[in-house]
C-alpha cells in the first residue's frame, strides 16, 4: 500500500497514478507505514 495524499491505495495504482514502469521506481520513493503493513497482514492472514 501507499499514500497519495493521505489515501492509503495498492501500490500498483500509486505506480500507474506516477507513470512509472518498474516498481522498483515506485518503491524507491514509497513511504513504508509499518501500522499499515501489519494491518494488511492481519487482513491477508485472517
Not at 492509503?8 to 512509472?20: C, F, K
Given at each position: ?14 505506480q ?31
Amino acid at each position: 500500500m501507499g499514500t497519495i495524499g493521505g489515501l492509503l491505495m495498492p501500490i500498483e495504482q500509486v505506480q500507474q497514478l506516477l507513470g512509472h514502469t518498474k516498481i522498483d521506481t515506485t518503491l524507491h520513493y514509497a513511504k513504508v507505514n509499518q501500522a499499515n503493513v501489519k494491518v494488511s497482514h492481519h487482513r491477508f492472514i485472517c
